[in-house]
């Protein structure tokens, strides 16, 4: 049986976008990964505006704005920083 093993560190964000409620990663593979922004600490709380300000790094995305940085690795295993809190 073979089977397909990804180096997840090779793999590098080339288009991000913001789109209602989720984030869209085009990968250099081709492959689109979206999540949802209320997975996130801060991006749950943050207006599009600053959502929307992102820029892109050969290991993730980062929200100057919000001071958050998410690698692609990260994301990928299904970390997507910090989870928002619970109302207490």
């Keep these: ?6 180096d997840l560190d090779l793999l590098e964000p080339i288009k991000v976008r913001y789109d209602n409620g989720s984030i869209i990663i085009t990968l250099s593979d081709g492959r689109e990964v979206t999540f949802p922004c209320a997975v996130n600490e801060y991006l749950s709380v943050a207006t599009e505006a600053e959502i929307s300000k992102m820029e892109i790094s050969p290991c ?3 929200w100057p704005l919000l001071n958050e940085d998410l ?4 994301i990928l295993e299904g970390r997507f920083g910090r989870t ?3 109302p207490k």
């Design 71 to 74: 690698s692609i690795k990260g």
């Design 1 to 6: 049986m073979n089977t397909l093993e990804v």
């Design 60 to 62: 993730g995305i980062h």
């Design 84 to 86: 928002p809190r619970s």
